[in-house]
């Protein structure tokens, strides 16, 4: 069973960054893509960043070139660096785990198999 702790969230100002990473355990990290969504209140959940088992990535419409994601096979983990955070940035982050053999999308939250618990993240002005 794939078990995702997140952490790294807390308190920013506007313009300032932030990383997020997910521990991931239970099964081969290998065989997961890997997704980061967010949620403010409210709001569906929404497509922040995703990174396939073969490190080829993808981002969300708002994020560009302010947020990276990055996966690092042999600890197990992927991390996920913003800069530049604006207040609307201010939610909830969830790590996702997909199975690769799915063969599913990575945009949409239906397409993962395993979620982690979140951590919340506060952007100030």
């Known amino acids: 069973q794939v078990q995702l702790v997140e952490s790294g969230g807390g308190l920013v100002e506007a313009g300032g960054s932030l990383t997020l990473s997910c521990a991931f355990s239970?099964?081969?990290?290998?065989?997961?893509?890997m997704g980061w969504f967010r949620q403010a209140p409210g709001l569906e959940r929404e497509f922040v960043a995703g990174?396939?088992?073969?490190?080829?990535?993808y981002s969300g419409n708002f994020a560009n070139d302010r947020f990276t994601i990055d996966r690092d096979n042999a600890k197990n983990t992927v991390t996920l660096r913003m800069n530049n955070l604006k207040v609307e940035a201010t939610a909830v982050y969830y790590c996702?785990?997909?199975?690769?053999?799915?063969?599913?999308?990575?945009?949409?939250?239906?397409?993962?198999?395993?979620w982690g618990q979140g951590t919340q993240v506060t952007v100030s002005s």
């Open positions: 239970g099964v081969d990290f290998n065989n997961y893509n």
């Open positions: 996702a785990a997909q199975d690769c053999h799915r063969g599913g999308g990575l945009y949409t939250a239906r397409e993962y198999d395993y």
């Open positions: 990174i396939q088992w073969h490190s080829q990535r």
